[in-house]
């Protein structure tokens, strides 16, 4: 659907924009300038039908995932499933949990397969695969209420690390969550995977019945949403320290076993100004002052 | 499929989308039982609200052509153009590394300031509460009700102490309802015992659910002694009903000197000077600035010696908002009648020459040790530089008054700021822009960190970038900075 899709340089001459329905992506790759132009070529090219691709097995991938469903065909679909898959015995989870990471690495790996590339990122919105070759980093900034832009943490992210994918869920943010945290950011070793884990996470972080949590089932906003009935958290009122607290507690024992079997490498849970860190100590609180604008404390 | 839903075919996804909901993409919207297109990102109410930002439902798509020159045209609508950026994603994730850290550092700061407050005027001679009471913002104490102006009542809110020296919420509710007053959004605040006042930078208040139209042409007094002349020949007598002075006619210098004779008026209140009398009401939200709905109640018994039948009364507010006209009987009692129209002209007049009542909001900050310290080794120096005028302070690109005496403590009007100048921190502490602008021989002799002096050049890129973060999608603030001067 090459006509539907739209694709552009933004204005800075070195990020590709790509949007397609749902998928809205902004991609830079760094290296030599003939490279870097493979590359791009590689991502447009495979940009092109991805969503055709999902739409055709969209029925099967907004079911909730069962270790005994027949696998999608599709790559990216098949990304998605693989994702979900370790959650799905103990919890409520669909594939499309990690459609946007799943989208960002097939794009990254189309445009790895053509080009040698220093370092490279595909964001889709907010969902990130990355690749850094040796001795490359990134440094990316957090931001828990994307209606008040301000960083509230920072981390560095090195070759050296195994993290390739960073993921945030939260019931501010595009898709539903079934939790109350404003933001869960995951980082783990591929998009997908962070992306499934981040709705896991956001999703614990709850305040079962709370009163001033209003909840409606996902299907009376969008009637063909993947979560169905599920009541999905609309509003959060302002709670106690102790009930922050408490929910984050809920949210970082899931953070931790996900920690302990592998599935990722650290987490941030903010909720209501507050942010705990499981996991490696890249995810920093925002002082020491965040890398790109120079805050000092007055 | 429910009946009020609608399929959009936008795309192969071929969402359901119930009325005032968006599809998965953000970008599509059900507004009336239609498909519409919407800026990505923007929720479907406040953009149809607002009007602009519904743009045609199909929109020619511009394919990237291969080349990695930049194209001149792009962006459409700025609306349209932040959308695209993962910064405004309602993902919390942005990639800062475009430029990998090290060629962002900048001469202008970002500064976290605890010791932080709005200096608020509203215009407005109605009462909003006694001095020094509270005014709260989400059920918590965010300041205090300072003096009375001539005009307006100045509040005061923030400070530390309601940021970090009280509770959690105190300290949240003060820095959401600073944060939004300082972007020029509004904010309901209700005051202890007092009325409930919507204010917004630039705009008019809202005292107790009624829009404020003008400040009053002058007290009481003043009143009379302006319109004395108009009112001469015209009336017997006139009585300018105000919380602060009110003024009456005959007994007023400037009747006296027109020779218009005793009428036996008596006011209730406190007399100060002939014709001037302090508190003839309690304060409230009515007739100029007080508490009284039937303005005969400010009046005792006419003096029988010296009134008489047919003396006609004009009772005024300082707004000319509320007016009433009277003539006495035979038993020397007032009747309301008719306002005679050559009288109705001063009334008018009154209005006229009142001023658009609006509300002003000035952030205060004190950029302390440690943040002077950001921009040199010395930061007494940074002071001193700035006391002799070497050095000029700017908000966001606004110009600051600077407090005399120790520290660098200024204010500057806010809606002479760019949209969303303010951000916060959970401390919670907001986080404002200032800018040191210096010679760079001047810098270097204060102590600068002159290894970190970039050409703007290299910084331009970061600069755009910047001012996406800093763009505001929700802001209702009007493209033009200073609205109310060209209503005059």
């Known amino acids: 659907m090459k006509h539907r899709a739209q694709i552009r340089l933004l204005p800075d001459g070195r990020r590709l924009h790509l949007q397609d329905g749902p998928i809205d992506l902004i991609v830079e790759a760094f290296g030599e300038s003939a490279e870097i132009n493979k590359a791009y070529g590689a991502c447009v090219a495979r940009f092109e039908g991805v969503l055709d691709e999902l739409c055709v097995e969209l029925t099967l991938l907004r079911k909730a995932c069962c270790v005994h469903d027949v696998w999608p065909n599709g790559t990216v679909a098949r990304r998605m499933a693989a994702a979900v898959m370790p959650y799905a015995t103990e919890y409520f989870i669909t594939p499309m949990a990690a459609v946007a990471g799943a989208v960002a690495e097939e794009i990254l790996a189309a445009m790895l397969g053509a080009a040698q590339l220093?370092?490279?990122?595909?964001?889709?919105?907010?969902?990130?695969?990355?690749?850094?070759?040796?001795?490359?980093?990134?440094?990316?900034?957090?931001?828990?209420?994307?209606?008040?832009p301000s960083l509230f943490g920072t981390t560095t992210l090195s070759s050296s690390d195994p993290v390739r994918g960073i993921a945030t869920s939260g019931w501010r943010g595009r898709s539903f969550s079934l939790g109350i945290a404003d933001a869960v950011t995951v980082l783990a070793d591929r998009a997908a995977a962070s992306?499934?884990?981040a709705t896991i996470i956001a999703n614990a972080v709850d305040l079962p019945g709370h009163p001033a949590i209003v909840r409606v089932p996902a299907c009376e906003l969008a009637p063909d949403s993947d979560l169905g009935a599920h009541l999905v958290t609309q509003n959060v009122g302002l709670l106690s320290a102790l009930e922050v607290d408490r929910a984050l507690a809920s949210g970082i024992a899931t953070a931790k076993k996900l920690l302990r079997i592998g599935l990722i490498r650290s987490a941030a849970l903010n909720l209501q100004g507050d942010t705990l860190v499981v996991g490696m100590q890249e995810l920093q609180p925002v002082s020491p002052p965040a890398h790109e604008r120079i805050l000092l404390h007055a | 499929m429910p009946d009020d839903s609608i399929r959009c075919d936008a795309c192969p996804v071929l969402c359901y989308i119930k009325p005032g909901r968006t599809g998965s993409c953000d970008r599509y919207g059900n507004h009336d039982g239609k498909l519409v297109r919407l800026d990505p990102h923007v929720v479907l109410d406040r953009a149809v609200e607002r009007g602009d930002s519904v743009v045609p439902f199909l929109e020619r798509s511009r394919d990237w052509d291969g080349t990695l020159v930049s194209h001149g045209e792009t962006f459409v609508t700025a609306i349209g153009a932040g959308t695209t950026y993962p910064d405004y994603k309602p993902a919390p994730f942005i990639i800062s590394s475009q430029v990998d850290g090290?060629?962002?550092?900048?001469?202008?700061?970002?500064?976290?300031?605890?010791y932080c407050g709005v200096k608020m005027k509203i215009d407005t001679d109605r009462h909003l509460g006694d001095e020094c009471s509270t005014v709260r913002s989400q059920g918590e104490a965010v300041g205090h009700v300072t003096t009375s102006e001539y005009g307006s009542q100045m509040l005061s809110l923030g400070g530390v102490r309601h940021l970090t020296g009280g509770s959690r919420h105190e300290g949240t509710a003060t820095c959401d309802a600073l944060l939004q007053l300082s972007n020029g959004n509004a904010v309901e605040l209700r005051i202890d015992d007092g009325a409930k006042v919507v204010v917004q930078a630039g705009k008019p208040p809202i005292v107790d659910g009624v829009q404020e139209e003008r400040m009053r042409v002058g007290c009481g007094s003043a009143t009379i002694g302006m319109f004395a002349k108009q009112w001469f020949g015209k009336v017997d007598d006139v009585v300018v009903v105000d919380d602060h002075i009110t003024g009456v006619l005959s007994e007023h210098q400037a009747g006296?000197?027109?020779?218009?004779?005793?009428?036996?008026?008596?006011?209730?209140?406190?007399?100060?000077t002939p014709g001037r009398y302090f508190q003839v009401a309690d304060p409230g939200t009515s007739w100029g600035g007080t508490n009284i709905d039937d303005p005969l109640s400010i009046l005792g018994k006419f003096n029988s010696k010296k009134a008489w039948r047919g003396l006609r009364l004009l009772m005024v507010s300082t707004t000319g908002e509320h007016y009433a006209y009277f003539e006495l009987d035979e038993d020397l009692?007032?009747?309301?009648?008719?306002?005679?129209?050559?009288?109705?002209?001063?009334?008018?007049?009154?209005?006229?020459?009142?001023?658009?009542?609006?509300?002003?909001?000035?952030?205060?900050?004190?950029?302390?040790?440690?943040?002077?310290?950001?921009?040199?080794e010395n930061p007494v120096r940074l002071t001193h530089s700035v006391r002799d005028a070497l050095t000029r302070v700017t908000c966001?690109?606004?110009?600051v008054y600077v407090w005399p005496g120790g520290g660098i403590t200024f204010m500057a009007d806010v809606t002479r700021m760019p949209q969303n100048a303010f951000g916060y921190v959970p401390t919670p502490a907001l986080v404002a822009p200032i800018e040191f602008t210096l010679k760079l021989s001047d810098y270097a002799e204060l102590g600068g960190y002159m290894e970190s002096v970039r050409p703007l050049d290299s910084v331009v890129s970061e600069s755009e970038k910047r001012k996406r973060?800093?763009?505001?999608?929700?802001?209702?603030?009007?493209?033009?900075s200073r609205p109310q001067k060209k209503k005059k």
């Not at chain 1, 370092?119 to 969902?127: I, K, M, P, S, T």
Request: aromatic residues 4%; charged residues 25%; proline residues 6%.
């Open chain 1, 118 to 148: 220093s370092r490279a990122y595909v964001n889709d919105g907010g969902d990130i695969a990355l690749h850094l070759s040796a001795g490359e980093k990134f440094v990316v900034g957090m931001v828990d209420r994307p209606d008040q």
């Open chain 1, 195 to 197: 992306d499934a884990a």
């Open chain 2, 102 to 114: 090290v060629d962002m550092v900048t001469v202008v700061t970002e500064g976290i300031f605890s």
């Open chain 2, 256 to 272: 006296k000197l027109l020779g218009i004779p005793e009428t036996g008026i008596k006011l209730k209140g406190r007399r100060s």
């Open chain 2, 333 to 376: 009692k007032p009747r309301e009648k008719t306002l005679p129209s050559n009288l109705s002209l001063s009334v008018a007049r009154i209005k006229e020459n009142c001023e658009p009542a609006l509300c002003t909001v000035l952030f205060m900050g004190g950029a302390g040790g440690s943040l002077r310290a950001g921009v040199t």
């Open chain 2, 396 to 399: 966001g690109g606004a110009p």
């Open chain 2, 469 to 480: 973060i800093a763009a505001h999608v929700e802001n209702p603030w009007p493209l033009e």
